[in-house]
């Protein structure tokens, strides 16, 4: 396995302790995140859908929009980036064509979904699931094609709402039979879950992730309380962009109600500032390297 691969990259973080993956939607949140210190980067399908599409979670994104998003992200990025690859789009061989294509955009890892299609939000309810064995297939499908060893695999399930806790526990053990990486139950809905997770789930030996999204069904843990759980990374998958729509609301209401940037202003990135951390003085020393 090559060292220096975004999977690669992605699995030596495993080395270092419990680690967050930073929601960033596009290239601006992703330099940020980086800036800001993140070890590596989560591209959300519940994200994109809002940004590209202006719309809720239901699985409106196709798969060459999303694969789009994470290229561009990618390229503004030294981190390594998880991406969303929601139901694989399809069966068995759109789900070998979209890991191929999260391979080319330069992503490191993904995570795969049980859901039927069209999925919603896994913190949403009326989810319905597909059959294990249909997973399972998909699974199969989606690893015999991965051509980095080192890209990173992380099987999902959405049963904890639909079937209960200890179905969730019993797919994500028929998954792990496949060859993937890590597990995943999304929207667990306690502690008590959380536990019964990581118990029933221990002995496979694969790391197990928890969504530390605020505004969904589960509990509200810092990174060290969730591994203590048994849960060795997590993601924060959309407080950027929820953050992002306050903040841009909050500016856009006062901006029109007195048709002034002063009253704007406190809350406005210096325009220097910004022209600094996104690269200017670099661009127009390269300009004058190449330019006439």
Same mark, same amino acid.
């Given at each position: 396995?090559?060292?220096?691969?975004?999977?690669?990259?992605?699995?030596?973080?495993?080395?270092?302790?419990?680690?967050?993956?930073?929601?960033?939607?596009?290239?601006?949140?992703? =330099?940020?995140?980086?800036?800001?210190? %993140?070890?590596?980067?989560?591209?959300?399908?519940? %994200?994109?859908?809002?940004?590209?599409?202006?719309?809720?979670?239901?699985? +409106?994104?196709?798969?060459?929009?999303?694969?789009?998003?994470?290229?561009?992200?990618? *390229?503004?990025?030294?981190?390594?980036?998880?991406?969303?690859?929601?139901?694989?789009?399809?069966?068995?061989?759109?789900? *070998?064509?979209?890991?191929?294509?999260?391979?080319?955009?330069?992503?490191? %890892?993904?995570?795969?979904?049980?859901?039927?299609?069209?999925?919603?939000?896994?913190?949403?309810?009326?989810?319905?699931?597909?059959?294990?064995?249909?997973?399972?297939?998909?699974?199969?499908?989606?690893?015999?094609?991965?051509?980095?060893?080192?890209?990173? +695999?992380?099987?999902?399930?959405?049963?904890?709402?639909?079937?209960?806790?200890?179905?969730?526990?019993?797919?994500? =053990?028929?998954?792990?039979?496949?060859?993937?990486?890590?597990?995943?139950?999304?929207?667990?809905?306690? =502690?008590?879950?959380?536990?019964?997770?990581?118990?029933?789930?221990?002995?496979?030996?694969?790391?197990?992730?928890?969504?530390?999204? *605020?505004?969904?069904?589960?509990?509200?843990?810092?990174?060290?309380?969730?591994?203590?759980?048994?849960? +060795?990374?997590?993601?924060?998958?959309?407080?950027?962009?929820?953050?992002?729509?306050?903040?841009?609301?909050?500016?856009?209401?006062?901006?029109? %109600?007195?048709?002034?940037?002063?009253?704007?202003?406190?809350?406005?990135?210096?325009?220097?500032?910004?022209?600094?951390?996104?690269?200017?003085?670099?661009?127009?020393?390269?300009?004058?390297?190449?330019?006439?």
């Amino acid at each position: 396995m090559r060292s220096d691969t975004p999977g690669a990259r992605f699995r030596r973080l495993f080395e270092q302790g419990p680690f967050v993956c930073m929601g960033a939607h596009d290239p601006l949140t992703a =330099r940020i995140a980086e800036a800001a210190g %993140a070890k590596a980067l989560y591209v959300s399908g519940f %994200a994109l859908s809002a940004v590209i599409a202006g719309a809720p979670d239901f699985g +409106v994104l196709t798969q060459t929009e999303m694969f789009e998003a994470i290229r561009r992200i990618c *390229r503004v990025t030294s981190l390594p980036v998880f991406a969303d690859a929601d139901t694989g789009y399809g069966g068995p061989l759109e789900a *070998r064509r979209t890991i191929e294509l999260w391979e080319e955009a330069g992503a490191a %890892a993904l995570h795969l979904e049980d859901q039927e299609a069209p999925k919603k939000c896994g913190h949403f309810a009326g989810k319905r699931l597909i059959p294990t064995a249909d997973m399972v297939q998909k699974l199969h499908a989606m690893l015999d094609a991965r051509r980095d060893p080192g890209f990173f +695999v992380i099987a999902r399930t959405d049963a904890i709402a639909v079937e209960g806790i200890d179905k969730a526990i019993e797919r994500l =053990r028929a998954y792990a039979a496949t060859g993937v990486d890590a597990l995943y139950a999304d929207a667990p809905e306690s =502690r008590d879950h959380m536990k019964a997770l990581s118990s029933g789930l221990g002995d496979l030996g694969l790391p197990i992730l928890f969504n530390m999204v *605020r505004s969904g069904k589960s509990p509200v843990l810092t990174m060290q309380e969730a591994a203590k759980l048994g849960f +060795v990374f997590a993601l924060c998958p959309v407080e950027s962009m929820l953050t992002e729509h306050r903040a841009v609301s909050e500016m856009m209401r006062r901006f029109l %109600a007195d048709q002034t940037t002063d009253a704007i202003a406190e809350g406005l990135t210096p325009f220097d500032e910004f022209n600094h951390f996104i690269g200017l003085s670099e661009m127009a020393e390269l300009n004058r390297r190449y330019g006439t």
